[in-house]
């Protein structure tokens, strides 16, 4: 079946613009998260969604960043006015629940550079 | 709270000889275990995890990780290392009990297998 998927795979943007970075879940995932792959941060949690609702933001870096998910199923992140420090990859991942020892699954990533 | 350190950033072995890569854990609560390794240029996929279960896990492509309490560890073994092997690997801890699945994410070590 299909995995999660991420659009786009890549994006460029100049500092000061806004960008938003999508996630389609694996069909029937009710858990989605966010995380952050950088250089100097490793991989970081960002959000976490349990349905519509998201019960813990607390890995957002600043306000510049918020994320929405709508029926239970795709998720956008936006993060407006962009700096150079946002630049990384941002990955999803969806599981059945959100209960701990779920496999999550990973989609592929968005490469955001800010220029 | 969590946390987890992968004590090494590089290991470099040689084709056919066994791989260890060390973790170790910190956890509030009795924690799910994870390891997920990284091909260049692809995403994240689960190795094997542990949920409580046997201490001695079995994951995929012939990897194995033991839980060890006492020490807090979850060392990631293989008894022959394959030159697709060659990967970054990540040890991930988990919440525990019925709290939701938030992954901490080590900062990687990078396997080199040499013919």
């Known amino acids: 079946g299909a995995g999660v998927s991420q659009s786009p795979s890549n994006k460029v943007t100049e500092k000061g613009k806004d960008v938003e970075l999508r996630c389609d879940p694996i069909?029937?995932?009710?858990?989605l998260y966010w995380y952050r792959q950088s250089l100097g941060q490793g991989l970081e949690f960002l959000i976490y969604?349990?349905?519509?609702?998201?019960?813990?933001k607390s890995g957002l870096p600043s306000d510049r960043f918020s994320a929405e998910r709508t029926g239970g199923s795709v998720s956008t992140l936006t993060i407006q006015r962009t700096q150079q420090e946002d630049s990384a990859v941002y990955l999803c991942?969806?599981?059945?629940?959100?209960?701990?020892?779920?496999?999550?699954?990973f989609g592929p990533g968005t490469r955001l550079t800010v220029t | 709270a969590q946390s987890v350190t992968q004590l090494d950033s590089h290991v470099s072995v040689s084709e056919g000889t066994p791989v260890l890569l060390r973790c170790n854990y910190s956890?509030?609560?009795?924690?799910?275990l994870f390891w997920y390794v990284q091909h260049p240029n692809k995403g994240l996929q689960l190795l094997l995890k542990?949920?409580?279960?046997?201490?001695l896990v079995k994951g995929i492509n012939g990897f194995e990780a033991e839980f060890k309490k006492s020490e807090t560890s979850f060392h990631l073994t293989k008894p022959s290392a394959h030159m697709s092997d060659a990967a970054e690997y990540f040890c991930?801890?988990?919440?525990?009990?019925?709290?939701?699945?938030?992954?901490?994410f080590g900062q990687g070590t990078i396997l080199t297998v040499h013919p």
């Open positions: 991942a969806s599981s059945t629940t959100g209960l701990a020892g779920g496999e999550q699954y």
């Open positions: 069909s029937g995932h009710t858990a």
């Open positions: 969604f349990q349905g519509n609702s998201a019960p813990d």
């Open positions: 956890s509030s609560y009795s924690p799910s």
């Open positions: 542990y949920t409580s279960a046997a201490t």
């Open positions: 991930v801890v988990g919440a525990g009990g019925t709290s939701y699945g938030k992954l901490t």
